[in-house]
């Protein structure tokens, strides 16, 4: 069976290696079909092409956006893209150009229990200044000792309910469809499991990404347990989306998965990439 990774970060988003380094460290697991699938934008895929060409690895140009659906928020990996396609290229531009803004008011709220300097501390973590997040606060946090990690930070900090979370408008989920299906690209809802809906609003949304023109869902992510990884198997499976599958890597010491690490599908899951023309020769998973 092919080694398939189609969700991870590098330094052009939340990621901390480049895009170099990272399809690097992939081909040294034996990746051998690689997404990136940075936040919000796709400056880092002409630089990971090249190393994966080098590495003979199948490089799928990805990216993945931020939603905000029915109040919260959702990311939708874009597979395949084209990023020459412009309304996609202009509207990660669009979604972008908030963070500046949440971040000023993440650190104002941090700096309302007594936390100081956290805006300029996260720049220091940030590899392209508009693509502030999250996770360059929990870094600084972390350096400055408010917690023994990351994924502690966001508990404690950076979560809906906690002092440092200020809620933002993302992209809608029709236009994020509209610019990776526009592109020639499948959308892919990313790891269903982390945004804890009940049946019936699990079920409102895959109605209305199905109807959008949505692809597949991803089964099989780092931040789903063996029974989430069934569960969205079956509802891909009976609602005939393809089931896609990343690490959703970050970093060496951040990450549950590492490249390339992954769990089997459950079975009657229809990969994302059955047809895939470059994975042709790809044995069917089940
Ligand atoms: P942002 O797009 O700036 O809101 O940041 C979202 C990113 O924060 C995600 O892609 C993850 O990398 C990270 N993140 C979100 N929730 C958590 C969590 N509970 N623990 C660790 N990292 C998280
Ligand atoms: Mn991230
Ligand atoms: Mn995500
Ligand atoms: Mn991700």
New binding site residues.
């Given amino acids: 069976m092919l080694n398939i990774d189609l969700h991870c ?1 590098s330094s052009i988003s ?1 990621g901390v290696l480049t895009p170099a380094q990272l399809v690097e460290r992939a081909a040294g697991r034996g990746v051998e079909i690689l997404a990136l699938t940075d ?1 919000d934008d796709i400056a880092g895929l002409a630089e990971a092409r090249r190393i994966a060409e080098a590495k003979s690895i199948t490089f799928i140009n990805g990216v ?1 956006i ?1 939603v905000s659906w029915r109040g919260r ?1 959702l ?1 939708i990996v874009g597979l395949n893209i084209d990023p020459d396609y412009a309304p996609l290229a202009e509207g990660l531009t669009q979604v972008r150009e908030g ?1 500046a803004q949440r971040a000023r008011n993440i650190a104002a709220e941090l700096e309302k229990i007594g936390i100081r300097g956290s805006l300029e501390g996260a720049y220091t973590y940030v590899g392209i200044r508009s693509l502030i ?3 360059h606060f ?1 870094r600084f946090l972390v350096e400055q000792g408010y917690a023994k990690d ?2 502690s930070v ?2 404690k900090y ?2 809906k309910g906690k002092p440092g979370y200020t809620p ?1 408008e993302w992209a809608s989920l029709s236009d994020a469809i509209d610019w990776i299906c526009g592109s020639g690209g499948q959308a892919v809802i990313a790891h269903p499991g982390r945004y804890n809906l009940g049946k019936n609003v699990l079920s409102d949304l895959l109605d209305e990404f199905a109807l959008l023109g949505g692809s597949g869902i991803e089964v099989v992510t780092s931040s789903h347990t063996p029974e989430q990884i069934r569960y969205f198997g079956q509802h891909a499976c009976s609602r005939n989306l393809l089931a896609s599958c990343g690490s ?1 890597f ?1 970093a060496p010491e951040e990450s549950y998965f590492d490249l390339g690490q992954l769990p089997e599908f459950p079975a009657g899951c229809t990969p994302v990439w059955q047809q895939w023309k470059s994975t042709a020769n790809a044995e069917p998973v089940v």
């Fill in positions: 970060h939340d936040h993945e931020s928020t990311h963070r997040g999250r996770t929990a990351v994924k966001f508990k950076l979560i933002h959703d970050h």
